[in-house]
């Protein structure tokens, strides 16, 4: 996120193949302040991106040519990509776990409320425009470099590795607790707030992607362990410069 969307509205980009319900949600962000560009599909999306870079996106999963998951991994790829909240038709469980694992911050399953659908918004970005003020030094812990006002971790070779919105707030949530056995629910404070959900298992997805992106093997973790009966505890020690 750019430093001028800190004091210009916040743009959103909202992709869904539907005209209607693209109409609807370009109408409700309006009047709620915010601006809003559509696209109709991937396509249309990455040309929307080279004209203005959004400081979110809504993205649909059910989508013609490609479809929302395969277009999150396309976005996750880039790590200059804005945060991603997923709009799907299914209260499927898979759904979500796989939009999860591609990378999405957020999902609402359709049909949503404006409140809902706003709420969630503002939940992403208030985290993400969080991140990028209040941390803006380097953690270090481990091999690692955490810089979460990049959204990225770097290791002793200076690799960058892009995190997504989600998993910079939850890296975020442990490196302030080091030592501390969290449990999922307080992590899904820590890292959604009162905009949480029940679904306990996103903490379980995220962390196990993160895991992976720091090498700490999934059996025998050595930086995220498992506190059994309780959540997570994050067990190295953490430098702030």
Known sequence: ??????????????????EDIRELVSRLLTSEGYSATVAGD??????????????????????????GFELCRQLRSDPGMPPIIMLTAKDEEIDRVVGLEMGADDYIVKPFGGRELIARIRAVLRRTRSEGVQHTGTIHFAQWRFIPAHM???????????LSASETALLLAFVQNPGIPLSRD??????K????????????????RLRRKLRDDGKHPQIIKTAW???YIFSSSVEKS
């Open 1 to 18: 996120m750019n430093a001028n969307s800190f004091l210009a509205s916040p743009h959103i980009l909202v992709v869904d193949d539907n």
């Open 42 to 67: 991937g396509d249309e999306m990455f040309q929307r991106l080279t004209e203005s870079k959004p400081d979110l996106i809504l993205l649909d999963v059910m989508l013609p040519h490609r479809d």
């Open 152 to 162: 990225e971790i770097l290791d002793d070779h200076s690799v960058a590795t892009p």
């Open 186 to 191: 307080r992590l899904l404070d820590l890292t």
């Open 193 to 208: 707030g009162r905009n949480s959900t029940p679904f306990d298992r996103s903490i379980d997805i995220q962390v196990s």
């Open 229 to 231: 009966g309780t959540g």
